[in-house]
């Protein structure tokens, strides 16, 4: 199976500031990946898929880029209502796998 | 609007089984690849498994092959996840997702709520 390794597991930060969430993995996945927002007790929501398309309803602070093995997530000024955890997800190959997450909390 | 609605989970004891079940509305269920997807309490997501739109095609991650079995019927706008020989590492929130995609599918693009499957004695 294909490992996803993200950094950092976690972050504090600030209200504004910019933020930057990677993920690896462990061999070629394309363009196959996508991001992952879950709250405190709520269901994932899709952020990003395929590297950098933003889904539909989700701010235009957050972004998306990479390719290959090396991607990465950014939100450019952090809002309240974006702390939670990240997860990167790669559908290139079954089984499909999860990072580890990033907790995002308040500094 | 898209829905999904899980339901089924309950506490059971190690070696029991369940069956989940997600009721999908607001799109039209026989055109979308569906996954199970679970959370284990202070870890991560884990993928568990999908099914194709006839259902002709499943897969599923190595942990649970052999154990759950995923399944649909498209008339009942539902899919269903049986799970067998339950140990205690699958206590966890179980999700059901959509999957966009024709015949490949991609992404997991709408969630149920959840629900929530203890397995202790």
């Known amino acids: 199976a294909i490992q996803m390794t993200q950094s950092p597991s976690s972050l504090s930060a600030s209200v504004g500031d910019r933020v930057t969430i990677r993920c690896r993995a462990s061999?070629?996945?394309?363009?196959?990946l996508g991001w992952y927002q879950q709250r405190p007790g709520r269901a994932p929501r899709l952020v990003i898929y395929?590297?950098?398309n933003l889904e539909r309803g989700v701010p235009s602070r957050f972004s998306g880029s990479g390719s290959g093995t090396e991607f990465t997530l950014t939100i450019s000024s952090l809002q309240p209502e974006d702390f939670a955890t990240y997860y990167c997800l790669q559908d290139y190959s079954y089984p499909w796998t999860f990072g580890q997450g990033t907790k995002v909390e308040i500094k | 609007e898209v829905q999904l609605v899980e339901s089924g989970g309950n506490l059971v004891q190690p070696g029991g089984s369940l069956r989940l079940s997600c009721a999908a509305s607001g799109f039209t269920f026989s055109s979308f690849w569906m996954s199970w997807v679970r959370h284990v309490p202070g870890k991560g997501l884990e993928w568990l498994a999908n099914?194709?739109?006839?259902?002709?095609?499943?897969n599923y991650v190595d942990s649970v092959k052999g154990r759950f079995t995923i399944s649909r019927d498209n008339a009942k706008n539902s899919v269903y996840l049986q799970m067998n020989t339950l140990r205690a590492e699958d206590t966890a929130v179980y999700y059901c997702?959509?999957?966009?995609?024709?015949?490949?599918?991609?992404?997991?693009?709408?969630w149920g709520q959840g629900t929530l499957v203890t397995v202790s004695s």
């Open positions: 395929s590297v950098f």
């Open positions: 997702a959509r999957n966009p995609g024709g015949n490949s599918a991609y992404d997991l693009d709408s």
């Open positions: 099914i194709k739109q006839d259902g002709g095609e499943k």
């Open positions: 061999q070629d996945i394309k363009n196959d």
